[in-house]
């Protein structure tokens, strides 16, 4: 089992930029496919990104297309949400989650089996 970690949240001015980092434990990140969606006030948790577990497959919600990046590090059991331009309606907070599936990328809460504490962005205009 594999338990996650989300740091480098905070408060930025729109049109500014933040990382994300989710530290994976417990078990390698290697296995695991790896996604981050965000929860408004309010609203209901929604797809940001995802990443397969080969790096071969990425998705975005169109709401960051062009704006947000997935990436991954395996030997640092870490994937990172590069996020630029940012929105005050990217306000949220974020929630890094995993699943073991093999080869696809999910892009429903239902798709992932872990999820971490979540971390606080606050976009001010």
């Known amino acids: 089992q594999v338990q996650l970690v989300e740091s480098g949240g905070g408060l930025v001015q729109a049109g500014g930029s933040l990382r994300l980092s989710c530290a994976a434990s417990?078990?390698?990140?290697?296995?695991?496919?790896g996604g981050w969606f965000r929860q408004a006030p309010g609203k209901e948790r929604e797809f940001v990104a995802a990443i397969s577990r080969s790096n071969d497959r990425i998705s975005y919600a169109d709401s960051v297309k062009g704006r947000f990046t997935i990436a991954r590090d395996n030997a640092r059991n870490t994937v990172f949400l590069q996020m630029n331009s940012l929105k005050p309606e990217d306000t949220a907070v974020y929630y890094c989650a995993a699943t073991p599936r093999f080869g696809w990328v999910g892009t429903q809460t239902t798709d992932y089996a872990y999820w971490g504490q979540g971390t606080q962005v606050t976009v001010s205009s």
């Open positions: 417990g078990r390698a990140f290697s296995n695991y496919a």
